[in-house]
Nanobody, 121 residues
């Protein structure tokens, strides 16, 4: 069984930094895209950043210049470095991946359990 496990959330003051990590485990053949989404209370889940296996990245306009997504293909991990955090960044952050299993079956939309990020003074 394949799963995504996030870590690194917490409470930080405005202007501070946090780093989120997500590790995929299981019988994985390859991972195409990996990404981070977030959901604030009363709002829909939204894309934060994605990265494909070749390294091409995509960011929401609201985080460009502040957040950096990276991945380690050998370790099946993806990270999100978040700098200059704002109160409006407060949300549950979810890891997402498009995975090819060892059986060659494809799991297009695998989600982690989420990690809380709170930006407050």
């Amino acid at each position: 069984q394949v799963q995504l496990v996030e870590s690194g959330g917490g409470l930080v003051q405005p202007g501070g930094s946090l780093r989120l990590s997500c590790a995929a485990s299981g019988s994985i053949f390859s991972i195409n895209a990996m990404g981070w989404y977030r959901q604030a209370p009363g709002k829909q889940r939204e894309l934060v950043a994605t990265i494909i296996s070749g390294g091409t990245t995509n960011y929401a306009d609201s985080v460009k210049g502040r957040f950096t997504i990276s991945r380690d293909n050998a370790k099946n991990t993806v990270s999100l470095q978040m700098n200059s955090l704002k109160p409006e960044d407060t949300a549950v952050y979810y890891c997402n991946a498009d995975i090819r299993l060892a059986t060659l079956a494809r799991v297009r939309d695998l989600w982690g359990q989420g990690t809380q990020v709170t930006v407050s003074s």
